[in-house]
């Protein structure tokens, strides 16, 4: 949905007649105008849902709900957010009092849910604005005559969209993904775990509880690569593994120098592609490192680091490549959150472990520490849902 109309200012003249289409024309011009100023400050990772107040409260609170005909009806109780075209998007007041009516129907979706076994897909909930839609709410005056409802609103609708064939540049300027729904055997609802595009970090109380953690985790790999250095160079270590490990440690500790800073005063206010590719910038400094040492200790390096942080070499070698390619994709942050997860705990594991080491060289089966653990007897717990944790268990 892209605007083709460009609403201009009314040639207001002495003496003219006027009726309600010339303010209506003005106001059109003045909230295009007002729009495409906005727009101008806006990129495909930094619009979305607007920043919240209350950590307890998302921006956007909604209800899915599924009838017999196919079809999805959406029902929303909060809404804050900005869509790539710079129109606001604002809910303060239940959908279901305004009377408006926000619903689709699943797109190529022309057969019973009976036979939908074994079959998935994604879709995307959208939520678009017709800011030059007026519909009339509010409570009539009874005083005045003709009576009219005082105050008007943007049009909304809802579309749903395939999640395999929607991107950033094929959403219009009007919208805006709200949240994910999955058609899987015979059954449709909402995926609660998604996170929609948000303008910023503190947009969402689970990008806060992300961003909390992977400022920990920051200043854990600094002090980890300190101490890893100040062993290597106490012990006057000389060897190719603690050659490599005592690079690796110097360059991540030049690193988390500048981003343990942003993440602490300017990552929170930022659009999280930036807190992403904080992390993703450590992955690529760890293999550019490793990459030094091809065709020497390259090979003796990772199979050492594996041996340490408890994991496959393919597991290990994965969660940093992997990172390193990932494209972001602003429509859902939650895939990106799920590599960077990965990633922070192998790395995590790894460099305390060799932060707890005397000699950069020993074997693991050597055995360098005991971990002692108190078994408590089991009792039956009520599940609670698991925070992320970047850092090692």
Excluded at 6 to 16: C, I, R, S
Excluded at 182 to 202: F, G, S
Aim: overall charge negative.
């Amino acid at each position: 949905m892209q605007s083709t109309t460009e609403y201009l200012p009314v040639n207001w003249v002495d003496g003219m007649k006027i009726n309600k289409t010339h303010f209506i024309a003005q106001d059109n011009a003045f909230t295009y105008r007002q729009a495409h100023t906005v727009s101008s400050f806006l990129n495909e990772h930094n619009y979305g849902l607007l920043p919240v107040f209350d950590r307890h409260h998302t921006s956007a609170k909604l209800f899915l709900s599924l009838d017999n005909e196919q079809t999805v009806h959406l029902r929303i109780q909060r809404a804050r957010a900005i869509s790539r075209g710079g129109y606001v998007m604002e809910f303060d007041t239940d959908t279901a009092l305004t009377g408006q009516q926000l619903s689709a129907g699943i797109p190529g979706l022309q057969v019973p849910f009976s036979e939908l076994k074994d079959r998935s897909a994604f879709y995307y909930v959208v939520l678009s604005i017709d800011p030059y839609k007026r519909v009339p709410f509010g409570t009539a005056d009874p005083k005045e005559t003709p009576p009219r409802m005082p105050y008007t609103m943007p049009g909304y609708s809802l579309t749903l969209l395939p999640a395999n064939e929607t991107s950033a540049l094929s959403l219009g300027e009007f919208q805006v993904p709200v949240g994910k729904v999955m058609v899987e055997d015979q059954a449709v609802r909402l995926v609660e775990n998604y996170i929609p595009p948000c303008t910023a970090v503190n947009s969402h109380y689970e990008l806060l509880e992300v961003h909390a953690g992977l400022e920990q985790f920051f200043g854990q790999m600094e002090l980890y690569a300190l101490q890893i250095i100040q062993k290597i160079l106490q012990k006057k270590q000389q060897n190719e593994l603690a050659d490599a490990i005592y690079k690796i440690s110097e360059n991540l500790t030049q690193f988390t120098a500048t981003q343990y800073s942003n993440f602490k005063l300017s990552y929170l206010y930022q659009p999280p592609v930036f807190m992403i590719t904080a992390v993703t910038g450590m992955a690529r400094l760890i293999k550019n490192t490793m990459d030094f040492y091809t065709g020497t200790s390259k090979d003796e390096l990772i199979s050492y680091c594996t041996e340490w942080c408890g994991v496959s070499q393919g597991e290990l070698e994965s969660s940093i490549t992997s990172l390193c390619s990932y494209q972001y994709n602003h429509l859902d942050i939650n895939d990106a959150l799920d590599k960077v997860l990965q990633f922070t705990q192998i790395i995590s594991s790894l460099f305390n472990n060799l932060s707890r080491l005397e000699y950069i060289g020993k074997k693991k089966e050597t055995g360098i520490f005991v971990k002692e653990q108190v078994l408590l007897p089991q009792t039956e717990a009520t599940p609670v849902k698991k925070r992320r944790s970047f850092l090692a268990d």
